[in-house]
């Protein structure tokens, strides 16, 4: 379906792939860059993977490397939107929470900053991937972290709304009707997604999010080897509401950019209502909508 507005008109936003490790201090200088060059080329939101600030080898390593939000590594992230006039989507940080002292566990928190460098959202992934995969090892996230206790609101930003979420929250329809139901215009799943389940589900999940809820989604991925123990798949994406791939980042460390066109959302919602025409008598409200 054809986008309806004229191009050069519409919100601009990047989308970053990188490989992170447990080196804090190269990372940081690997997004700043990126964030830079999105800020250049004329973005007004650029969007970081999960685990933009590390990926350890272990949970004692990821305990020992995690910070408060009111930490060094956010206030750096503060000052680059500051400096670049950027809205940013960090898409998940290794947060010490009130409760680290008497829980010794973190929160994988997606946290927006407006350009001034203000935090404005931030929401704790509520589902936690423990599973084991033939081939791609097992992942125990509830090892070292805590799930959140709630969905945010979808945020304004100058691209749309933005309903957020985090990598394995894509498998949960429920979370992401609960977001478009509460006014989410963008879905976002900054990602680590593994080596085997990448082929297998990476796209046809972000991609059935977009067509069912209607909404663009922005998958911002880790790529490559992050250290002996592990790898993730890369392959960041913007779909937009039609089910369309319209940004792809290619191998390795990057960033593609997309244009958000809120009145061909518009639109498309109007030509196919499904939203009005769902049937909660039958099958109950799935998703309910946030408060």
């Known amino acids: 379906m054809a986008a309806s507005s004229s191009f050069s008109e519409l919100p601009l936003v990047a989308v970053c792939q990188v490989t992170s490790t447990p080196d804090k ?64 989507s960090l898409g998940g940080f290794h947060e010490r929470g009130q409760d680290w002292e008497q829980t010794q566990k973190i929160y994988n928190c997606h946290v927006i900053l407006n350009n001034m460098g203000s935090v404005v959202a931030t929401y704790r992934k509520t589902h936690l991937c423990d599973v084991e995969i033939p081939g791609q090892g097992p992942m125990r996230e509830s090892n070292s972290t805590i799930p959140g206790p709630s969905l945010e609101s979808p945020i304004s930003t100058p691209a749309g709304k933005i309903g957020l979420a985090i990598c394995y929250d894509m498998r949960f329809p429920e979370l992401s009707l609960a977001l478009v139901q509460a006014g989410a215009e963008i879905l976002t799943y900054p990602s680590a997604f593994g080596s085997v389940t990448g082929p297998a589900h990476w796209e046809v999940l972000l991609r059935a999010r977009a067509i069912e809820t209607q909404c663009y989604v ?74």
């Open 218 to 291: 922005v998958a911002a991925a880790q790529c490559g080897r992050h250290h002996e123990k592990r790898a993730s798949y890369g392959h960041s994406m913007v779909v937009d509401p039609w089910g369309t791939v319209v940004a792809r980042c290619s191998e390795g460390p990057g960033l593609c950019l997309a244009r958000i066109d809120l009145n061909y959302l518009q639109q498309l919602r109007k030509q196919l209502p499904v939203f009005q025409h769902r049937r909660p008598d039958l099958y109950g409200n799935l998703g309910h909508p946030l408060s």
């Open 25 to 88: 201090e190269q990372n940081f200088k690997t997004c700043a860059e990126l964030i830079r060059e999105a800020a250049r080329l004329g973005a007004c939101l650029a969007f970081l993977p999960e685990a933009f600030d590390f990926i350890a080898r272990d949970p004692e390593e990821t305990r020992r490397l995690s910070e408060p939000l009111s930490g060094n590594l956010l206030e750096e992230y503060t000052q680059l939107a500051r400096e670049c006039g950027l809205w940013l």
